[in-house]
């Protein structure tokens, strides 16, 4: 699969954030690599979750755990650039049940677009869209998304920080109770809701 590289300003941050960035993704990247292929005979396909030819197999825990990441970083960004609006951003998800992956792939499209809305106020490119192989996502797809969309964030972070390295914003973390698109969903829509509220600020400065 091919790495994806972030295209910064200058070539010092792009050096910087190019081996953070290649370095978490190899990290989750690694989760595909026994799928890479389709295998004949292979039985795969017929799970919960589905199967990707292109990407293998991902489960909703592990899309989680990405956007988990997502939530870090979006909370960095109101801590350092919007701290007198932090305390009041929402905290609660509000509970769904029975999500597929492709409500959750809907979800982190709406949460592109607030960040695709950051990205031009900043000056940095928008996040390029992930497409379905079949008629709804499955969660190799949904993983995908969510990686973009992260992956959107550093840049517009290294921008604002071009001496900061947001490698730690890429790890791979691990739950003891296994996480249902509902709950990948949910999560979304809670930063959905808290980017909403920073974009909204973006170009208020704090006082």
Do not use: W
Request: glycine share 6%; hydrophobic share 35%.
């Amino acid at each position: 699969m091919k790495q994806p590289t972030l295209n910064l300003h200058h070539s010092g941050q792009r050096f910087k954030l190019r081996n953070a960035a290649l370095s978490g993704m190899l990290l989750f990247c690694g989760l595909f690599s026994p799928y890479g292929q389709a295998v004949e005979g292979d039985t795969t396909g017929h799970n919960e979750y589905g199967y990707s030819d292109l990407y293998g197999e991902l489960t909703p825990t592990q899309v989680y755990s990405l956007v988990k990441n997502i939530d870090s970083m979006v909370m960095h960004y109101a801590y350092r650039y919007k701290p007198k609006i932090s305390s009041s951003l929402p905290r609660n998800v509000i509970p769904v049940k029975n999500y597929r992956p492709e409500q959750v792939f809907l979800a982190l499209a709406k949460l592109g677009d607030d960040i695709d809305l950051f990205a031009k106020q900043v000056g940095t490119p928008v996040i390029k869209r992930v497409k379905r192989q079949g008629s709804e996502a499955i969660p190799a797809e949904v993983f995908l998304l969510a990686g973009a969309c992260l992956d959107s964030l550093s840049t517009i972070l290294a921008t604002l920080e071009p001496h900061n390295s947001f490698g730690d914003f890429y790890s791979h973390r691990h739950y003891q109770r296994t996480r249902t698109p509902s709950d990948v969903y949910a999560l979304v829509d809670l930063i959905h809701r808290k980017l909403t509220m920073l974009v909204g600020e973006q170009n208020k400065p704090d006082e």
